[in-house]
């Protein structure tokens, strides 16, 4: 059963450019949340994601920032117009809705990118 | 709005040793959810070790267990037989029950072979 899959594992890109980072959950599970990290810092919330719904977009900057989960494929996080700033490991996590029963999180290995 | 804070940048403990990391948190939510997360140098996050704070019986897993004192809003981590193995950042997180973490900003751990 695999777990929680994140791809590409490193992606550097220009200023300017746009970065595409996918996400697939680990099997059975529909509910996927993007987290990022920065530096030295713990992981900050997103956004949280059923098939085809965005449910809480509340952590996602307003511009340049995007995140889908369709009904076939991966969830992608897309990045439009990278700055530096944006240089950051994003996590994805899945878990499996179990009304009355919640908390726990698979993370992925996180996807590094690197503007330069 | 939820906060959680640790106070401890780092911390250090000789091998086999005992060691113990403090968080402290905030939330309006009456019914709430703690947790423990590992991140070792290859970056995953790993789940340590969950509290439900409806619950007064401290979670245990194996070598790691939980102080929760729910009226200081207090929930720290105490590894026993502190191993190599164990050296990480150590994040605390709280969700008040839809997976939305909010997590501190980390202990990052040394084992003192």
């Known amino acids: 059963n695999a777990g929680v899959m994140q791809n590409p594992r490193h992606l550097v890109r220009r200023r300017g450019q746009e970065a595409r980072l996918r996400c697939s959950p680990m099997k059975g599970h529909s509910h996927v949340y993007w987290y990022r990290q920065l530096p030295e810092e713990g992981l900050k919330f997103m956004v949280y994601l059923q098939k085809e719904n965005i449910i809480d977009e509340s952590g996602m900057p307003k511009e340049r920032f995007s995140a889908e989960f369709p009904k076939e494929g991966p969830s992608i996080l897309r990045i439009q117009q990278v700055v530096r700033g944006d240089s950051a490991a994003y996590f994805c996590?899945?878990?499996?809705?179990?009304?009355?029963?919640?908390?726990?999180?698979?993370f992925g290995e996180g996807s590094r990118l690197t503007v330069l | 709005a939820q906060t959680v804070t640790q106070s401890q940048p780092e911390m250090s403990v000789q091998e086999a040793e005992t060691v113990t990391l403090s968080c402290t948190y905030d939330t309006s939510e009456s019914d709430y959810y703690l947790f423990w997360y590992k991140q070792p140098p290859s970056r995953q996050m790993i789940l340590v070790i969950r509290q439900e704070a409806y619950k007064q019986q401290n979670a245990t897993e194996n070598r790691f267990s939980v102080n929760f004192q729910k009226a200081a809003k207090s929930f720290s981590l105490k590894i026993s037989d502190s191993q190599l193995g164990d050296a990480a950042m150590y994040f605390c997180?709280?969700?008040?029950?839809?997976?939305?973490?909010?997590f501190g900003t980390g202990t990052r751990l040394t084992i003192i072979p």
């Open positions: 996590a899945s878990s499996r809705w179990t009304s009355g029963n919640t908390g726990e999180l698979f």
């Open positions: 997180a709280l969700t008040g029950g839809n997976e939305k973490l909010t």
